[in-house]
């Protein structure tokens, strides 16, 4: 469904007609959000002029930002972490629009096209949210629509007079009372300050690539541990609606150089990482029992730590030695070293229902025809979840 003026909207062989006038999406502005899920809360803010635009975000409590910055022009992606080594890597970014779910001032749309098919708006009232206008609308599903057990469902909408932008959602898990999932705390069209759009300078160049759901993809993946991630789907490819917030990782290939520089000796032109690769010599892993999403109301934070004694990409994985876990962003992934030292990746592992057993990490050195070397095995985490009640 995408929004018009004055016309009919076509959904999925049902009819919704609407008369409210859609002015463009702006160009400049500045625009602060907070999504709540379970007892998490993430502030994005956005800060756009034109061709570039940066992205800000910050769990509640986490130490550090993650910040991208993006240049729609040149096609060009930043990464940047304050106070750490690297600084900033960048990559290649395969879209002419902002990240969808990212970025509610040019995503509203597309989040409203993909509510599950069959789903209709109804207006209900003009009310505003934070001091900027807008309408409400409700939300209904066909019968039939399919929902987890830990995702938002969106029941009510406040979009913006007169662009149509997404100022607040609430929403319910199943059986739990509506609540707010995102809000919209400041909204200005003023031109940001250029200093916080301008190229950052001596970035790591990668072969990344991020399109416009935000997805990356590399050949050798980051080292660098971003604190948090935040987004809003209205609907994902199995029709259940969710409000999510996530962890994710920031690309930094092994033997990366730094924009306007010569990459390191060591890595030869055309190979992803060292000619003498170096080793895994030691994996651990530390895992707590934290809240988490029903139906089992508790949730493992894992944290992977594989070191290396030179130069290498390498391939991990969590594992359980029972079925039916649910892995943040999967089980697996790699991860590039440009000199010997550590990474630690994170991971959320969620329960369908209650489980007992063993969690384990592994890695292993990548060898340059895609395969591995042998696995170092982590220690044994036992667990058991006994799926009571959410709290």
């Known amino acids: 469904m995408r929004l018009a003026s004055a016309r009919l909207l076509i959904l999925s062989g049902s009819l919704m007609v609407t008369t409210q006038a859609q002015a463009p999406a702006p160009q400049t502005y500045t625009l602060s959000a907070e999504i709540t899920q379970d007892d998490m809360r993430v502030l994005v803010t956005v800060y756009r002029d034109g061709s570039k635009e940066r992205i800000e975000m910050a769990a509640q409590g986490a ?36 990240p969808v779910g990212e970025d509610l001032a040019t995503g509203s749309a597309q989040m409203l096209a993909d509510l599950p098919k069959g789903s209709q708006r109804k207006f209900v009232r003009q009310e505003a949210v934070n001091g900027m206008p807008a309408r409400v609308e409700e939300i209904s599903y066909p019968a039939n629509t399919l929902w987890a057990a830990d995702e938002a469902r969106p ?11 997404i100022l607040k959602i609430d929403g319910a898990k199943r059986g739990a009372k509506p609540s707010t999932v995102l809000e919209v705390k400041q909204f200005t069209r003023e031109k940001p300050q250029a200093a916080l759009l301008a190229t950052p300078a001596g970035c790591v160049v990668t072969d990344s690539e991020m399109d416009d759901s935000g ?74 029992e934290v809240p988490g999403p029903a139906p089992c109301g508790r949730k493992l934070a894992a944290r992977g730590t594989v070191t290396v004694d030179g130069p290498a990409k390498v391939w991990y994985r969590f594992y359980a030695n029972v079925d039916g876990l649910r892995f943040s962003s999967g089980p697996e992934g790699n991860v590039g070293f440009g000199s010997a030292g550590s990474a630690t990746l994170t991971k959320d592992i969620t329960f369908p229902a209650a489980k007992t057993g063993d969690l384990k990490f592994e890695a292993a050195v990548r060898t340059l025809d895609g395969r591995h070397d042998a696995v170092t095995v982590s220690n044994a985490a036992p667990f058991s979840i006994p799926c009571v009640a959410a709290r």
């Open 215 to 288: 997805t990356i993809r590399a050949h050798a993946e980051g080292a660098v541990s971003v604190e948090a991630k935040g987004e809003v789907n209205l609907a994902d490819k199995t029709t259940r609606s969710r409000i999510s917030v996530t962890e994710s990782k920031a690309p930094v290939p092994a033997g990366a150089a730094s924009e306007g520089k010569a990459a390191p000796p060591a890595v030869a032109a055309g190979q992803d990482r060292a000619v003498t690769p170096g080793a895994v010599s030691a994996v651990t892993l530390q895992v707590s």
């Open 63 to 98: 130490p550090r930002k993650r910040i991208t910055l993006l240049d729609f022009d040149a096609h060009k992606v930043y990464w940047l972490f304050p106070g750490q080594d690297p600084a900033c890597s960048s990559g290649r970014y395969l879209s002419d629009r902002a």
């Open 155 to 165: 029941s009510r909408v406040w979009l913006s007079e007169p662009e149509g932008v």
